[in-house]
């Protein structure tokens, strides 16, 4: 492929991006702190929390590849309830030892924290408090298979970009709904 063609490809995938509302999170350069970078086995050095359209539900959080992030109401805020098995399921949002998570987006920065990960001893970014998962059911961005499933002792559901729970239900199968 020739430079010219290289160009024309990533600029066509910055037009994509930015149609499908992810232009933000792609300029901001970041990535989830559960993933490893590009470069090798490095972890990032910035964990992006941003916003994006979600399916049915509105502007809700998401990670850098526009995955819905998600509360796990038993966790009541700052305190990690969900344990080794659940977060199999539903993989939190880890921060970066040497780093930091940031807001892009509608994302408010003064929202975001981080609490102690009891299973894995680094810490979980949190939003208003809340700490924050992705579901590996959401194999697309901007789509919330998660959103108020009952799973690993409690309702999951996405977050507003001004920290309230957004508690809006959505259809599921029963094979998707579990105790």
Same mark, same amino acid.
């Given at each position: ?5 290289? *160009?024309?490809?990533?600029? %066509?995938? +910055?037009? #994509?991006?930015?149609? @499908? &509302? ?5 300029? $901001? ?22 916003? *994006?359209?979600?399916?049915? %539900?509105? +502007?809700? #959080?998401?990670?850098? @590849? &526009? ?5 796990? $109401? ?29 807001? +892009?987006?509608?994302?408010?920065? @003064? ?37 108020? +499933? ?30």
């Amino acid at each position: 492929m020739s430079t010219t063609q290289r *160009a024309l490809a990533v600029g %066509l995938v +910055v037009v #994509l991006a930015a149609a @499908a &509302g992810l232009l933000p999170l792609i300029n $901001a350069g970041g990535s989830t702190g559960s993933s490893k970078a590009a470069t090798g086995s490095k972890a990032p050095k910035t964990v992006l929390v941003g916003t *994006a359209v979600v399916h049915d %539900l509105g +502007v809700a #959080l998401v990670d850098s @590849a &526009g995955r819905p992030l998600y509360m796990f $109401a038993p966790d009541e805020r700052t305190h990690v309830s969900c344990n080794a098995v659940c977060q199999k399921i539903w993989p939190p949002l880890t921060a970066p030892r040497r780093g930091s998570a940031r807001a +892009v987006g509608a994302a408010r920065q @003064a929202l975001i924290g981080s609490a102690p990960n009891p299973v894995a001893h680094d810490r979980i970014v949190t939003y208003d408090g809340w700490p924050l998962y992705t579901y590996v059911l959401d194999k697309a961005p901007r789509v919330a298979n998660g959103q108020n +499933v009952v799973l690993n002792g409690g309702y999951w559901w996405v977050l507003r970009p001004n920290g309230q729970v957004n508690r809006k239900p959505v259809p599921h199968s029963t094979a998707i709904v579990g105790s």
